[in-house]
């Protein structure tokens, strides 16, 4: 009796880890989700985030069938979409160039970009130039979107590294305040203002500040999710605040992706729509 017990706890051991496992490599290489989300801006905008190494497999053609299908205004990339170690950005060049022929695209470097050498840099801008993407970096501009050719401002926020990591490690990380967003985008602008800013933590300042919506994305959807809640960040910290979805911040709406790219469980790599 007490053998027949230990091998059907073994076997339903062994069949629970191997259809963990297909979940994980389907969710993971096979899926692209499109999340729908009312939020009140008055056009339709597509957000994508955090690709990573994902532009060098079929996700790219996955990404780009979507995003014609969402018939975006606007397109709003917040950083991470090339990963640190990155060296070729052929593939990079003709994603932009392709998400530029759907509707106009801005974006924002994340810590990843950050983290390349300033000559990658230099040459990642020409790359986002030439591709026709409007590359922010600490700037605002005005701008008309949609049929009616509403007027909104676009800025862009690329926060010090030293809230990502510091001193090679991720304890006692800096904080951002409305002192150092003003310092970073100077003072608000007038008319209904969308910041980019690749990290959800900067939020409140930037709330603080005046953005009325904050897009961001870098947590990964907290790499894991049970029940609706993301367990972990990139600074490896449990259980951290945004994760993925919309949420109220002074009084301002903050809209976190989960992202493309990095591997995840029940957390399907998505773009988000906006509706």
Not at 7 to 15: D, E, Q, R, V
Not at 122 to 141: F, W
Not at 245 to 250: A, N
Request: aromatic fraction near 10%.
């Amino acid at each position: 009796m007490k053998k027949s017990i230990k091998k059907f706890i073994k076997n339903s051991i062994k069949i629970f880890t191997i259809s963990l496992t297909v979940w994980a490599v389907i969710e993971n290489f096979y899926t692209l989700r499109i999340r729908r989300e009312k939020a009140g801006m008055g056009f339709k905008a597509v957000h994508i985030g955090d690709v990573h190494s994902r532009l060098k497999s079929l996700r790219v053609k996955k990404i780009l069938s979507a995003v014609k299908k969402c018939k975006p205004d606007i397109i709003f990339l917040t950083g991470d979409i090339v990963s640190r170690t990155e060296g070729d950005f052929t593939g990079l060049s003709e994603f932009l160039g392709s998400l530029s022929s759907v509707a106009p695209v801005y974006a924002v470097f994340g810590n990843h970009e950050q983290d390349l050498p300033e000559d990658k840099i230099k040459e990642l801008v020409k790359i986002y130039k030439k591709s026709g993407v409007r590359l922010l970096r600490n700037e605002s501009i005005s701008v008309k979107v949609g049929n009616g050719g509403a007027e909104i401002t676009v800025a862009g926020a690329e926060a010090r590294r030293e809230i990502y990591k510091k001193d090679g490690s991720y304890r006692n990380l800096d904080t951002l305040t409305l002192a150092d967003a003003e310092e970073l985008l100077g003072k608000r602008c007038g008319g209904r203002v969308f910041l980019l800013s690749h990290n959800p933590m900067t939020a409140t300042a930037f709330a603080r500040w005046g953005a009325d919506f904050i897009l961001s994305g870098h947590v990964h959807g907290g790499v894991v999710r049970i029940f609706g809640v993301g367990l972990l960040s990139p600074e490896r910290k449990f259980f951290p605040k945004y994760t993925k979805g919309l949420y109220k911040v002074c009084g301002k709406k903050l809209l976190v992706t989960s992202g493309v790219g990095k591997l995840r469980l029940f957390n399907p790599p998505e773009i988000v729509l906006y509706t």
